[in-house]
């Protein structure tokens, strides 16, 4: 199924829908508020737009600068050019250590790779140890949102889940009770594991370190606790100076969720004594799109799903509608660079509102790059598929009334002008649960022509 | 050489980019009243700014059953045998840590490793007491960072409350998986 | 200062056709406001559908005749956010007109921007005492800033509502989400028809939880959409361009 057939099942139940809309429409309002008490706003997601178009006209010189000062910090640093190569590598690390199983906090770098299935495909138990990731890893489902991963789910069914794996009481939803078994189920995993994998949120070139910034502490319990840490990190996540970290951090907590900063921004440097840490750097992809003029800004992202949260259509059609590791607007330019074919319908999953890029804390044009896709999809239709969604798309454009029941000269004069490839089709959507307008007895041509010429 | 390591950097060089200069990051202002704009950032994390009488008494109300401090002046709290193996912190009720500074802005707090003697110490623990000597505040996060400058700490923590989670319907709930409460005492 | 200046008034083609009386009022307004407009003939769609449907590269011809049929005059002034922002933004650029085109892009305004930025027209006298919730259209606001956007941290403004807070007996309505889309969106409104339905039900459902009278708004698509859920549900909110309401208060 594509978007608009996902969204339309998501639409069906009314209430849920209704209250997902509300629950994302919370966040971006806590959003707005603590935005608008930080008087330099503006100023500060100008400067971090700024840091990070450095960041990607310099990239090569600032990995291979992050490279020099991790190694002289003594932790050890791996390449992987796309997906198989980064899962063979974590692989690899906990085959070296003997650890059969892994506890994780939240990365979505992994999840892109699907390392958690090669894993588990290769023997070892992975525990997602973020409380909404572990929630959504008992249905066997992926993260619905990458800040909110349960974010689709109601306490309800939180507590069904609960009960079933964690042997919870039944029908008991409370919040405070259900967070508290997973504390417990948790900690249990937290000290038995002896490799903990994490995300980055930023690398510092500078300094060879690197941030991972969580609510709950699941990070930090895992790999304080394991022998061996595994940092997964995107190429893109690299920031020059740790004097940048000042920017970033006042921006992300308060972009996704609406906090001043996150409770846990740990910065690690160099291992504890006797343990090793592990960075594996990723491409898969990335240095494709920075060669793509045009999109190459959607790799400032710093993760804060702040456009997820404002996009008037991920919230009332839910992530999972997008078929993308990454959903909602700024998955939808980022999965077409992956697989455009796949990806094809996520572009029009938009009206262009801009509210998108006006919340991007680091100011990514995305309801541009957005128009920008479309008009990459329709050049490419013939490649991908002769009778593409893309072709359906353009299709709607004659279905709109104001197009399609004209029968004035006016639209007949831009129809001369435009490509016949544009075929009247689909004519009656419009009207399945909207009036058309009425027809005036003349169009204002009729009356300037009578009144004014 | 790693042949991944010169395929990803060699992609890159063959863009041949003309280098953006980075920003010079602006001054912005910053609060007058450092110490109350820290309380209600702190109190807004859900921490709680205590003197240091409360926190005396807390400390002999006998609520904490195993204590662990690497505070200076407040080592002889410590009511266990420190272990060799972080793991057996796991039944800890509070663990007693000196923040550098805080920063009022956030209520954020920088811990370094030298304060904390385990890592995982202010994270295992049930609850959590750091204390802020209140002259050693800031305004913002550019300050901090100008003040954590090159420090070459292997480990550094900004924490800025209890352990929090919404993950269950945006329902806020305090002590996922780190401490359950965070109490700063202000001296 | 404005008497001498040529406007030439562009119509979105759906105006035209569906919304002759917005056109009117347009024309009527500014002429009431002592400018000289006219109406060439010879104007078509602007292209925005096929662009924003991924066929930009298609609307050259659509975007040349454009810039040659409006090129001569000193203002292009359009009762569309949308169009305006498609004329700047979105049209291909056609070469041996870099010049004109460039030109074009400081002269053409939507309605209320032309009336408060370059007429420097102040609040407006005269009497409306109805009950308005007001719909910014999203290419007006975020794309040409016709007022502040939620989501900034910038002082709060708004042209249409300069123009209109000065009606005796309106009542301007704060909506609880003050600039979420209606879910229009060109094409959109077919393709993803389950989604654009929902958003416009849920952006009426504001209004009239508001008990918004009449819903005005600077583009006729939006309020075709609007409308069009509005009356298949019979829930009796009026529909106006804000270009009416300022044509029948000023005499």
Redesign the interface.
């Known amino acids: 199924m594509n978007h608009p057939e996902k969204a339309a099942v998501f639409l069906e139940d009314k209430e849920n829908a209704k209250w997902h809309d509300e629950t994302l429409w919370f966040v971006r309002d806590k959003r707005d508020v603590v935005s608008k008490s930080i008087p330099e706003w503006e100023e500060l997601r100008e400067t971090a737009s700024q840091i990070k178009d450095n960041v990607l006209s310099n990239l090569d010189e600032y990995l291979v600068e992050f490279e020099r000062n991790a190694l002289a910090n003594g932790i050890k640093v791996h390449w992987a050019k796309d997906a198989e190569e980064h899962n063979k590598i974590v692989l690899n690390i906990l085959q070296q250590n003997d650890c059969k199983a892994i506890v994780k906090s939240k990365s979505i770098l992994t999840e892109e790779c699907h390392l958690n299935q090669y894993l588990e495909k290769n023997g070892v138990d992975v525990v997602d140890t973020d409380l909404g990731e572990r929630i959504v890893q008992f249905l066997n489902q992926p993260p619905s949102h990458i800040v909110l991963p349960a974010i689709h789910l109601k306490k309800a069914q939180v507590s069904d889940i609960f009960h079933d794996k964690l042997n919870t009481e039944k029908g008991n939803h409370d919040p405070s009770y259900l967070t508290n078994a997973a504390r417990l189920h948790l900690r249990e995993k937290f000290l038995a594991a002896k490799v903990a994998l994490t995300g980055v949120n930023f690398g510092v070139a500078e300094t060879g370190e690197f941030v991972v910034c969580t609510n709950e502490g699941n990070a930090d319990m895992g790999v304080h606790l394991a022998d061996v840490h595994v940092a997964c990190m995107g190429i893109e996540k690299i920031i020059p100076k740790r004097e940048h970290l000042g920017v970033f951090l006042r921006l992300l907590a308060r972009s996704a969720t609406g906090q001043s900063v996150t409770n846990y921004n740990s910065h690690f440097r160099s291992p504890a004594k006797g343990k090793e840490i592990h960075i594996v750097l990723l491409d898969n992809g990335r240095t494709e799109q920075l060669g793509r003029e045009k999109f190459k800004n959607s790799l400032k992202c710093i993760r804060c799903g702040a456009c997820m949260n404002t996009c008037p259509i991920y919230r009332r059609s839910g992530g999972y509608s997008y078929g993308s590791v990454v959903p909602g607007p700024i998955g939808s330019i980022l999965s077409p660079g992956i697989d455009l074919k796949k990806h094809s319908s996520l572009p029009f999953a938009s009206t262009l509102c801009g509210s998108c890029s006006d919340v991007c804390p680091v100011k990514i044009n995305i309801h541009e790059q957005l128009y920008e896709w479309r008009q990459e999809i329709t050049k490419a239709q013939t490649s991908i598929n002769a009778k593409s969604l893309a072709m359906k798309f353009a299709n709607g454009i004659f279905s709109v009334p104001f197009a399609y029941k004209l029968g004035g000269s006016m639209m007949r004069g831009a129809l001369k002008l435009l490509p016949h490839s544009i075929t009247y089709s689909n004519l009656n959507t419009w009207g399945k649960e909207r009036d058309l307008p009425e027809v005036p007895k003349e169009s204002f041509k009729d009356w300037y022509k009578k009144n004014k010429l | 050489m790693n042949p991944s390591r010169e395929y990803i950097l060699n992609k890159i060089r063959a863009l041949r980019q003309e280098v953006v200069e980075a920003p010079i990051i602006p001054e912005f202002e910053v609060a007058e009243d450092l110490v109350s704009t820290f309380k209600i950032s702190s109190a807004a994390n859900k921490g709680e700014v205590i003197d240091r009488e409360a926190f005396v008494a807390l400390l002999e109300s006998g609520q904490y059953p195993r204590i662990y401090s690497t505070a200076k002046g407040f080592e002889s709290y410590t009511n266990i045998t420190v272990p060799q193996d972080p793991h057996e912190f796991s039944d800890l009720s509070l663990a007693v840590v000196e923040g550098q500074f805080g920063v009022a802005e956030n209520g954020a707090i920088w811990l370094d490793e030298e304060n904390l003697e385990f890592r995982i110490l202010p994270f295992i623990t049930e609850h959590l007491v750091i204390l802020l000597d209140k002259k050693k505040l800031v305004g913002n996060m550019h300050q901090a960072y100008a003040k954590i400058g090159n420090t070459k700490s292997g480990f550094g923590l900004f924490t800025a409350g209890p352990s929090k989670t919404a993950d269950i319907e945006q329902s806020l709930v305090i002590g996922a998986h780190g401490a359950k409460s965070l109490k700063i005492v202000m001296i | 200062m404005h008497q001498n200046k040529n406007i030439a008034l562009f ?14 009022a347009t ?1 009527q307004l500014l002429e009431k406001l002592g400018c000289k407009v ?2 060439p ?5 602007c ?1 925005q ?11 050259v ?2 975007a040349k ?1 454009f810039i040659k049929t409006f090129k001569d005059f000193d203002y292009i002034v359009a009762p569309s956010g949308s169009c305006v922002l498609h004329v700047k933004e ?1 049209s291909p650029s056609i070469q041996g007109f870099e010049t004109e085109q460039a030109a074009m892009h400081h002269k053409i305004f939507e309605l209320t921007e032309f009336l408060v930025d370059v007429l420097r027209v102040g609040p407006i006298k005269g009497s409306y005492p109805h009950k308005v919730g007001f719909h910014s259209s ?2 007006g606001q ?2 040409l800033r016709l007022s502040a ?6 002082p709060p403004f708004n042209k249409a509502k300069q123009l209109l807070e000065g009606l005796e007996g309106l009542e301007w309505v704060e909506l609880d ?1 003050k600039d ?2 209606c ?18 039900k ?1 952006r009426l459902a504001d209004h009239q939880k508001n008990n918004v009278e009449i819903l005005a708004g600077g583009d006729m ?1 939006c309020l ?2 609007m ?3 509005s ?2 549900n019979n829930n009796g909110v009026k529909f106006k361009h804000i270009a009416e309401i300022l044509n029948e208060v000023i005499r």
């Open positions: 119509l979105p083609c759906y105006v035209d056709q569906f919304y002759p009386n917005v056109g009117i024309i006219s109406f003939m010879d104007q078509t769609c292209g559908p096929m662009a924003n449907a991924g066929y930009e590269r298609d609307t011809g659509t005749h979105h999203c290419h975020r794309g956007s939620s989501e900034l941290n910038e989400r979420e889309c879910g229009f969106g060109g094409t959109f409104a077919v393709t993803e028809e389950a989604l654009s339905i929902q958003m416009g849920d698509s075709m959409h409308q069009g859920i009356s298949r």
